[in-house]
DNA sequence: CTGAATCCTCTGCGATACTG
DNA sequence: CAGTATCGCAGAGGATTCAG
């Protein structure tokens, strides 16, 4: 495969932007995590993320779960039932995130190989 | 696209594995930059990729080298002329960084369009 | 149940100065 | 030239408590 892109200059700060702008989105301990349980439960309550995502604290959960509505990757959904549940689910946007996940899964593994040589 | 794991018990727990593992290795401010410049200029030296990376710090270049280093991604040699030089250049698996860039760069750009609709 | 509000700690990263 | 050492700040993220 050939290294290079072709210009250092114009393409080079547009490919840029556009990895910071999908490292953003992914950035962060949770955003994965919980994208992950998302995308295996189609819909989800809020407590259920909550235990899917070992560890996380209800403070984060909600603060992702917010930033991820805002870049329209997850839909939110208040049930009305007392007390009041909440689902949500990936938008169509959001699935599309599966084939990068699964890419960056994939080269994951490889690069434990490499490290670890096994 | 279906999207499911088999299973979010033992599969998953080593997905997330993997993809934090990708992670980790691309995670900071300057991490893309550094290796875009490497997959550029095959050689670069280290005052060469500190004018590539606009707006890094010599600290943080030597810092995020070394772990670049360290993950077998970037390799050093020590250039012996008055005064030393150092060139950097990337492994073989640091090449295959290359393909995870540009998947991350195109989500990157469909993202782009569905926030800002443009 | 689903959050919001507070408080606190720890880490990433920038600025600057120094060394071989 | 290629780093290392020190300092300081801002933001990420944890624990706990409160509210509708």
Redesign the interface.
Known sequence: ?E???KD?GQE?KA?????????D???GKWK??IL?SL??Y?KRRFSDILK?SVGISNRMLSKELKELEI??LVERTIIDTQPITVEYK?TE?G???????N??????????K??TGK
């Not at 699935?95 to 996940?101: A, C, S, V």
């Not at 890419?103 to 434990?112: K, M, P, Q, V």
């Open positions: 495969m290294c290079q892109t250092f080079y490919e840029m932007r556009a990895v910071r702008d999908s490292m989105v992914l950035n994965i995590p992950s995308c295996y189609h899917d870049n329209k990936l946007h699935k599309t995130l599966r084939t990068l996940i890419h960056l899964t994939d080269w994951g593994i490889a690069h434990r490499v490290i």
